[in-house]
């Protein structure tokens, strides 16, 4: 694992239970990578008490580990209930951009820009957004070093459509669909194999597994507020599994950390 993976790692660890071991007892429940496990945590924690992530008191063996406010934020992530609350104006942001087909790579960047943003793509070249979008795509056109080649305007009306056969033809929430199933289906396994871990490293892999399980889960998902959600949208649900593992991952990491 890369150390800025494993920085992550160790960072939502801290936030979810581990926050005040001592250094001895922080490696020996999450050790890395067989060959470069220790190495690679003691650069991961250096990286993150450098941003500002991590705080330490003490010094060499008797040294532990707080999470900062800052950490805090940043471990906890993006809560997509904060999108789904969202009010909404009941206005679509409408743009698209004009790139000559000779410039292919720079028509390739913007696309890969706005589909990382999880943008609804209407039809070839139109995308569409609820909210307001002019600030990102100024951002989007700075970052790739692009000239100004967007045009956008905001629509209150539709005619020949309505707001959900916009959602359906913009985003695939077929395929959205299927990533909150897979999820939700699997969500029983995590939580009764968290039950039954008895070690550090059990619980580590699973808990890596269910980190990369919930990602996966939200991987397209442009989170869409609620007036938009389409009909057996399960995203709700899925975030609800996420937040229920969680709570049961912080009691088994105390519970294991009581006994090293």
């Known amino acids: 694992m890369e150390v800025r993976g494993y920085a992550e790692e160790l960072l939502e660890f801290l936030l979810w239970g581990l926050e005040g071991l001592m250094r001895p007892s922080l490696s020996r429940a999450l050790a890395g990578p067989p060959v470069s496990g220790y190495r690679t945590q003691r650069r991961a924690m250096c990286r993150l008490m450098q941003d500002g ?98 045009v956008g305007f905001e629509a209150s009306r539709l005619f020949l459509s309505d707001h959900w056969e916009i959602v359906a033809s913009a985003w695939d929430f077929e395929l959205i669909g299927r990533c909150h199933e897979r999820y939700v289906r699997e969500g029983t396994d995590y939580r009764q194999g968290l039950a039954r871990a008895e070690s550090w490293p059990a619980v580590t892999r699973l808990a890596r597994t269910e980190r990369a399980a919930y990602r996966e889960a939200f991987r397209v998902d442009p989170w869409l507020p609620r007036e938009l959600w389409p009909r057996n949208y399960r995203g709700e649900q899925v975030h609800g599994q996420h937040e229920i593992f969680r709570g049961l991952l912080a009691k088994r990491l105390r519970q294991l950390a009581r006994v090293m």
């Open 53 to 150: 992530l991590v705080e330490t008191t003490g010094r060499g063996r008797k040294a532990s580990f707080r999470i900062t406010a800052k950490g805090r934020q940043v471990a906890e992530g993006e809560n997509p209930r904060d999108h789904w609350s969202r009010s909404w104006d009941g206005r679509w942001r409408v743009f698209s951009f004009d790139v000559p087909e000779r410039r292919r790579a720079d028509r390739r960047a913007l696309y890969w820009a706005l589909r990382e943003r999880k943008f609804g793509l209407l039809q070839r070249s139109v995308w569409v957004w609820p909210h307001d979008v002019a600030a990102t795509l100024e951002e989007i056109v700075e970052a790739k070093g692009i000239p100004e080649c967007f």
